[in-house]
């Protein structure tokens, strides 16, 4: 059983929006920070937003800053990742991760992972 399922990708138009979502099914779920990240072919993956456990902290990455914007609502064990004004370049395979906040950050180290879920950006 995964313990973090991201769902919501799919195909989208440049320009337009997605939110993207991880659920968790970590009892202690909300004492964990989460990251989102991606993985474009070829290239390795990259840091995109991190949450702390309250929500109350957030940081992202400058290529994502001002379009995308990281939220939870911990009574659903939810993580979410709203995606504005998405690029072709913005395509690829989206991960969640939950960890500690600073190591997310740092060095995308997440003691869960999800598997992923697919986003295409069309021209």
């Known amino acids: 059983q995964a313990l973090l399922v991201e769902s919501g990708g799919g195909l989208v138009q440049a320009g337009g929006s997605l939110r993207i979502s991880c659920a968790a099914s970590?009892?202690?779920?909300?004492?964990?920070?989460v990251g989102w990240f991606r993985q474009a072919p070829g290239k390795g993956r990259e840091f995109l937003a991190a949450i702390s456990w309250s929500g109350s902290s957030t940081y992202y990455a400058d290529s994502v800053k001002g379009r995308f914007t990281i939220s939870r609502d911990n009574a659903k064990n939810t993580v979410y990742l709203q995606m504005n004004s998405l690029k072709p370049e913005d395509t690829a395979v989206y991960y969640c991760?939950?960890?500690?906040?600073?190591?997310?950050?740092?060095?995308?180290?997440?003691?869960?992972w999800g598997q992923g879920t697919q986003v295409t950006v069309s021209e």
């Open positions: 991760a939950a960890g500690s906040f600073g190591p997310l950050i740092a060095s995308m180290d997440g003691d869960y």
């Open positions: 970590l009892r202690t779920f909300s004492s964990y920070s």
